[in-house]
């Protein structure tokens, strides 16, 4: 009963992620999330650092997101981006965005989720890539 539970609990989860009332788009230009609570911010511009993301996000009044959070906006049945761009227009094609959580037992290195296919890696803090803030939800 317990086994069939958690595959109940799994399918639920997953069709809350694939819900076309997922998102949100509020007046500010941000996206609420109504399946993680948070809000996304629009992509930069322009590619940075860890050190100038994690600027960059403070200044648009958020943080970088924790890699789960961001890991979980990869749709992986699209290619080149893999995300949903109906709802995230400006995800840059190709590119790479960082995320708040360094990677345990390597320093100077972070976890960042590529778009192109969605999947999760690292890089060196001093490398240039994409950012998207997120913030609590208001």
């Not at 788009?25 to 992509?43: A, Q, R, V």
């Not at 009044?61 to 400006?90: C, Q, W, Y």
């Not at 959580?101 to 778009?115: K, L, R």
Request: aromatic share 10%; with cysteine; charged share 30%.
């Amino acid at each position: 009963m317990a086994k069939t539970k958690a595959v109940e609990v799994k399918s639920d989860f997953l069709s809350k992620m694939r819900s076309a009332d997922r998102f949100q788009k509020l007046e500010d230009g941000w996206i609420k999330d109504n399946l993680l609570g948070i809000e996304w911010g629009p992509s930069s511009n322009k590619v940075m650092n860890f050190k100038e993301a994690q600027k960059y996000c403070a200044e648009a009044g958020g943080r970088l997101p924790e890699l789960e959070e961001l890991a979980l906006l990869a749709d992986r049945s699209k290619h080149n981006p893999a995300i949903n761009t109906e709802v995230f227009t400006d995800t840059k094609t190709d590119d790479w965005y960082w995320t708040g959580s360094e990677v345990a037992g390597v320093p100077g290195f972070a976890w960042v989720v590529p778009f192109d296919h969605g999947y999760v890696t690292s890089c060196g803090e001093d490398d240039s890539i994409c950012v998207r803030p997120v913030r609590s939800s208001q």
